[in-house]
């Protein structure tokens, strides 16, 4: 007998053919915007968009484009605002009023637009022809002239208000840079604009795209009212599931932390740096505990953006998706991340993998999967928290990313191994313990394992990191 927590709504006729009709897609909507609320954050903002995307389905694109603009200068949340309070009271500004970092986003996307405007008119440059590698080291050169030249006062503030926004668009901006080969069906920059900053990611100050860009929007946009009917109600099948994963968050931190006592990961780490640590199997259970704790948030956030995204009528792919039935390292990480991997797939596997080392088989693919896994992470990540080079200045900033260089180190090695190990043919006279349970087990393990250094938050140096594996072992 199969038992569903939810019924597959979106393969009921009848169900279909209602929310087909203008009083079902209300209803449907109505319904979504009530579980959107439980969640919060800018629920309101989010609902307004998906209700002109369902009073204008024909102009789904453009409601898109113009409320993905209007969201991100209204709503500027998505910027590291307590930061920039901070640079505010260092120049001794009293208060940072909002009308000017909304001026600045503003102004922000005006520049990118025409930025994006001169990559399309000259797409021969060697600018449009290497549009990621042209993008990252223009914004380093920026964030370069703005922390070492002379600003003070709301000049300086001004400054990393846009260093933040172009920071957090920076991604988005190269999927349309990336669009330029697609002369016959390619958007127009202020269509493409308003997808720099998704309105269903309102609620989120992420860099990265979710749905991708404007290519893969032209691909899964439901192009007729069954589609739109049967995506929507994928939609709101997705966001009861963030709710119960929500609930199920809730429970479980309840039974692991407070019923059985098992220290939070933070409080054995920082234990571990005093010198004063957990017992051995008590930071082995409070790295199992973080590891699944994590799966289960990151399955909740996605779930909510990428509903949004269907509701609004584009059949979005999970962002997370049964990442404990993994196989191999490289499975893992596309079933945990899905649209991270994109990125780093799209803007470092791809370029690396057509140009080099094209007689060389196993080392095309292992240098490719360097460039993303390794090179292409330490670089997002390095850019998305750009505003510590404010507070610590380049070397420190650089060298306070020692611990997570050395995890996309091992991660990106790691996964290049796999890769060539994957080429092997399975054995079918291996049991089934072995040929399905010991992969998965061995690959959650190993995540489990490297999650010690997947730490961004650069309190703590390399060394205190290898510590706490030592404590792991009673060491």
């Known amino acids: ?35 959107l609320a439980v969640f919060g954050r ?27 603009m209007l969201i991100a200068i209204a709503l500027p949340n ?41 990559a399309f008119r000259f797409p021969r440059r060697l600018a449009a022809r290497r549009p990621v590698l042209a993008t990252i080291l223009c914004f380093c050169a920026l964030v370069v002239a703005v922390s070492t030249a002379p600003l003070t006062g709301w000049s300086r503030v001004a400054a990393w208000i846009s260093v933040l926004a172009i920071a957090r668009m920076l991604w988005f901006f190269c999927y349309t840079l990336t669009d330029r080969d697609s002369r016959n069906h390619r958007d127009s920059v202020p269509l493409q604009a308003g997808l720099w900053r998704p309105a269903w990611m309102a609620n989120t100050g ?41 609930m199920g968050l809730i429970g479980y931190h309840l039974v692991i932390y407070r019923k059985l006592g098992i220290p939070e990961y933070e409080a054995a780490f920082g234990r571990s740096v005093a010198g004063h640590p957990f017992a051995w199997y008590w930071n082995c259970l409070s790295l199992v505990a973080v590891f699944l704790s994590n799966l289960l948030q990151a399955s909740i956030w996605g779930h909510q953006i990428v509903a949004c995204a269907r509701m609004a009528g584009f059949r979005a792919l999970r962002n997370t998706y049964r990442p404990l039935e993994s196989r191999s390292l490289a499975e893992f990480w596309n079933r945990f991340y899905f649209y991270f991997k994109e990125l780093l797939v799209d803007m470092f596997f791809y370029p690396t993998y057509l140009r080099y080392f094209k007689k060389h088989a196993r080392l095309r693919m292992a240098a490719a999967t360097m460039m993303a896994a390794c090179a292409g992470n330490a670089i997002f990540h390095f850019l998305r928290d750009i505003s510590l080079v404010a507070e610590l200045g380049w070397w420190r900033a650089i060298a306070s990313f020692q611990t997570y260089l050395f995890y996309t ?3 990106g090695a790691s996964i290049s191994i796999s890769q060539l190990r994957a080429q092997r043919k399975v054995d079918p006279s291996h049991s089934w313990l072995r040929r399905r349970l010991v992969p998965v087990l061995c690959v959650s393990a190993f995540y489990c394992f490297v999650h010690i250094f997947d730490d961004t938050n650069r309190t703590y140096g390399l060394r205190e990191h290898f510590i706490f594996v030592g404590r792991l072992f009673g060491l």
């Open 42 to 68: 800018e629920w309101l903002a989010v609902a307004a968009f998906l209700a002109l995307t369902t009073a204008f389905p024909h102009h789904r694109r453009r409601v898109l484009s113009a409320a993905g």
């Open 206 to 246: 992420s860099g990265t795209p979710f749905a991708k860009g404007a290519a893969y929007l032209r691909k899964i946009e439901a192009q007729n009212a069954d589609e739109l009917a049967i995506t929507q109600l994928k939609g709101l099948k997705l966001l009861l599931w963030a709710l119960i994963l929500q």
């Open 78 to 118: 998505w910027l590291d605002l307590p930061f920039l309070d901070h640079v505010a009271a260092q120049e001794g500004l009293a208060h940072l009023p909002r009308f000017l970092i909304r001026l600045i986003v503003a102004a922000v996307f005006v520049l990118l637009a025409g930025l994006a405007a001169l």
């Open 409 to 411: 180190f091992v991660l």
């Open 1 to 35: 007998m199969n038992v569903r927590l939810i019924p597959s709504l979106e393969k009921d006729p009848l169900l279909v053919a209602r929310c087909k009709q203008p009083a079902g897609q209300w209803a449907l909507l109505a319904v979504f915007t009530l579980l």
